[in-house]
C-alpha cells in the first residue's frame, strides 16, 4: 500500500475528504492524517489563489514527511462580491474559523443584493505534491446562489446558506452523501484520483 | 444662478462635496441640499457599481425636484479583496454606515495579507442627471495601500486605514484640503465642472 498524508487540520473537512476518498476507492492507497505523523510546522495560508493555499499546504507536508501529500483549500465565491469571500472565507468575519459569524456577515453585506444576483459557488482546488516534487492541482467547483437565512445543520463552514442550482435545500440540509455526490470537494478530488492511482502503481 | 441639487444625506460626504465644489468655482451655479427641497421617496443602493449607483440617486433626486441633480457613490476597492467592498462599502460589517466596524473588518480580513498586497484604491463615480433627461456619470480614483491598524480623526469612512501612494500618513491624518486636493471624490467632481459650467450657460 502506498500511504498518502491527507494535510488538513479541519476535523470536519477531513471527514469529508476521507469519505470522498473511500467511496471513490482507489486500489493501492492508505490515506493517512496528520495525526499519525510528526508534527511539523505550516506557512500561514496567505496566498491570493485557493490553487496557491493548497499547493503551499501540500507542500509542507510532502516535504517534511517524504510521503505523498494532498491537500485542499476552498472557498465561498459570490458573484455579488466579485468572487470575495474566496481565500478569505475562513477569517471572513475577521478572526479565523467562526463559521456563523462569517455567514451571518456575508447575509447581512448582501441584504440589498436582489435575489437575481445572488449566485455564487463553492470552490476547492487540491492539491497533490509528489516525494519527487513533482505536483498537481486541480480545481472543483460547485454552483448555486445564496439563501436570505441559515439552513439546516449538516456539513459545516457556508452550508447553510448555500442552496445548490436545481434544489431547494440549502447545501446544509443535504445529507452526507448527497453532497459528496455533486460538491465542490468531491469534484475536486475525483480530478485527483488517477493520479493518485497512478502513485501506487509507480 | 442655475440651482443644482446635490443629492446626498451623509453629512460628512455632503460637505466635502460642497467644499470641492465651492473651490473650483463653477460660476452661474449655486449649490443647494436635500434640506432645501421636498422630501421624495429614494430608492435603496442595490446596483452592481459605483456608476448605476450613482445614476439612480441623481435620477430619482432629479426627477422629483425638476433640478439638475448630482449624486456620488463611492467606496473602498481592494485589490486583494477583488476589488470589494465596492459598493458594499457602506455596510461592509453587515449594517449600514458604521465606519469603525467596518475599518475593523478590513483590517481582520487581511491580517494574512502581506505588506506587497495590500494595494487599494478609493473609487467615486459621480452622476448628473438634468432636467431633460440627458446623463452624465464620471469616475474618480485615488490609488494608495492600506495600513495595518486606523490612524487620523479627520474625513470618514475607510480614511483611517487608506495611505494614499506617495504619503507615509493615512487620508484621516490629512487636512480637508490637502484631501480636497487629491482625492478620488475631488477627481470625479472636477470631471463634472465643465458639465455643469455648460449647465449654467445653457
Known amino acids: 500500500m502506498t500511504k498518502v498524508l491527507l494535510a488538513s ?52 507536508a510532502a516535504s517534511a514527511t517524504g510521503l505523498p501529500a494532498v491537500a485542499d483549500d476552498s472557498g465561498l465565491v459570490v458573484d455579488a462580491m466579485h468572487g470575495m469571500p474566496g481565500v478569505l472565507s475562513a477569517r471572513w468575519a475577521g478572526r479565523h474559523g467562526d463559521d456563523q459569524a462569517n455567514l451571518e456577515l456575508v447575509l447581512g453585506q448582501l441584504t440589498d443584493v436582489p435575489d437575481e444576483r445572488r449566485g455564487a459557488a463553492f470552490v476547492c482546488a487540491a492539491a497533490l505534491v509528489r516525494p519527487d516534487g513533482s505536483e498537481t492541482v486541480v480545481r472543483g467547483e460547485w454552483r448555486g446562489s445564496l439563501a436570505r437565512a441559515p439552513r439546516g445543520r449538516n456539513g459545516f463552514g457556508y452550508d447553510p446558506i448555500f442552496v445548490p442550482y436545481g434544489e431547494t435545500r440549502t447545501s446544509a440540509e443535504l445529507d452526507p452523501a448527497e453532497k459528496d455526490a455533486v460538491s465542490h470537494r468531491a469534484r475536486a478530488l475525483r480530478l485527483l484520483v488517477p493520479h493518485l492511482g497512478a502513485l501506487a502503481s509507480a
Do not use: S
Request: no cysteine; net charge negative.
Open 9 to 60: 487540520r479541519n476535523a470536519k473537512k477531513l471527514d469529508e475528504l476521507r469519505r470522498i476518498l473511500v467511496t471513490e476507492r482507489v486500489p493501492g492507497i492508505e490515506v493517512i492524517g496528520l495525526d499519525e505523523v510528526p508534527p511539523f510546522p505550516e506557512a500561514p495560508e496567505t496566498g491570493a489563489t485557493f490553487e496557491e493555499n493548497a499547493l503551499a499546504k501540500a507542500r509542507d
